[in-house]
């Protein structure tokens, strides 16, 4: 996730602070180290971490983590994310397809993702050619 976030730009007007809020619903996201990149530098900026995001907040953040566990509000957040300037990033089987950013999935045992482009695009934000040349499959 901070990989990602180190190859992401957000609309200038999103950048005011000095912080990136990475996000991400459910109470211990990736067992807990989600929580270990708190206070960490990303792009100049101090990473703030908020696990057990709801929904009302989602907006507020620049990176939302949305755990598999969490399928069930997968439709109404990204109907609330909808054109927002978030990078999402989700394990779901289907995530990118089904109009998250990154898709995360596990490839002979090592961690591989795919990116909807079209959707960062609408969100305003901007990803590097290197992270889609990293990516197993790039939705246009």
Same mark, same amino acid.
């Given at each position: 996730i901070l990989n990602f976030a180190k190859y992401a730009e957000w609309p200038s007007a999103v950048m005011a602070g000095d912080n990136l809020r990475i996000c991400a619903l459910g109470n211990q996201p990736l067992s807990g180290k989600l929580a270990q990149m708190q206070g960490r %530098?990303? %792009?100049g900026r101090e990473i %703030?971490? *908020?696990?057990?995001? *709801?929904?009302?907040e989602l907006r507020d953040c620049h990176v939302l983590y949305v755990p598999a566990g969490e399928q069930q509000r997968l439709d109404t957040m990204l109907r609330i994310l909808s054109q927002a300037p978030v990078l999402t990033v989700s394990d779901i089987d289907g995530f990118a397809q089904a109009g998250g950013i990154i898709g995360l999935k596990l490839r002979a045992g090592r961690v591989r993702f795919d990116i909807n482009l /079209?959707?960062? *695009? *609408? /969100?305003?934000?901007?990803?590097?050619s290197q992270l889609l040349k990293l990516a197993d499959e790039v939705v246009q």
């Amino acid at each position: 996730i901070l990989n990602f976030a180190k190859y992401a730009e957000w609309p200038s007007a999103v950048m005011a602070g000095d912080n990136l809020r990475i996000c991400a619903l459910g109470n211990q996201p990736l067992s807990g180290k989600l929580a270990q990149m708190q206070g960490r %530098q990303v %792009q100049g900026r101090e990473i %703030q971490v *908020r696990t057990s995001a *709801r929904l009302d907040e989602l907006r507020d953040c620049h990176v939302l983590y949305v755990p598999a566990g969490e399928q069930q509000r997968l439709d109404t957040m990204l109907r609330i994310l909808s054109q927002a300037p978030v990078l999402t990033v989700s394990d779901i089987d289907g995530f990118a397809q089904a109009g998250g950013i990154i898709g995360l999935k596990l490839r002979a045992g090592r961690v591989r993702f795919d990116i909807n482009l /079209a959707v960062a *695009r *609408r /969100a305003g934000l901007t990803l590097s050619s290197q992270l889609l040349k990293l990516a197993d499959e790039v939705v246009q």
